[in-house]
């Protein structure tokens, strides 16, 4: 890491950089080609097939395959590129959001609608807010089933 980077100490954060960008390219690039009705047929039929036509890590294919949105943005995915994958299961944004943070659609978007999280707790990386790592689904919510 080659600058000093505060934002990194914001619990339940992950701030698409630079770094971030060059981590995730090929994830990036594999969500967008989910926009052509052939290739999200083709993903479809044979996800991890399809997957292994791009230059991804393991760990990301792994995280694709599991749905697991908030370790694909630990990995470099970018929520927008991320969403092609929920668009071609089905599922809106607010849900994919919802289960990203372990609650259903209904439970995010009322949240939402309340004013988002609290920021108690939630300022600093070691705090006890809901936003902590130790507090999120990382993804369980999200599985395919």
Same mark, same amino acid.
């Given at each position: ?11 339940? !954060? ?11 390219? *090929? ?28 230059? /991804? !890590?393991?760990?990301?294919?792994? =995280? ?18 991320? =969403? ?15 289960? /990203? !943070?372990? /609650? ?6 009322? /949240? ?20 902590? =790592? *130790? ?5 369980? =919510?999200?599985?395919?089933?």
């Amino acid at each position: 890491m080659a600058l000093d980077k505060p934002y990194k100490d914001v619990p339940g !954060t992950t701030i698409f950089d630079a770094e971030q960008s060059r981590l995730g390219y *090929h994830l990036n690039q594999f969500c967008m080609s989910l926009m052509k009705a052939d290739n999200r047929r083709r993903f479809l039929a044979d996800e991890r097939a399809y997957l292994d036509e791009w230059a /991804m !890590t393991e760990d990301q294919k792994q =995280a694709v395959l599991a749905r697991d949105l908030n370790r694909c943005i630990a990995l470099g995915g970018n929520i927008y590129f991320l =969403a092609k994958i929920g668009a071609t299961d089905g599922k809106s944004f607010q849900q994919m959001a919802g289960s /990203m !943070t372990g /609650m259903t659609e209904e439970e995010y978007r009322n /949240m939402m609608i309340g004013g988002g999280r609290s920021v108690e707790g939630n300022r600093y990386i070691g705090e006890d807010g809901d936003a902590q =790592a *130790h507090r999120q689904p990382q993804g369980s =919510a999200g599985k395919k089933g």
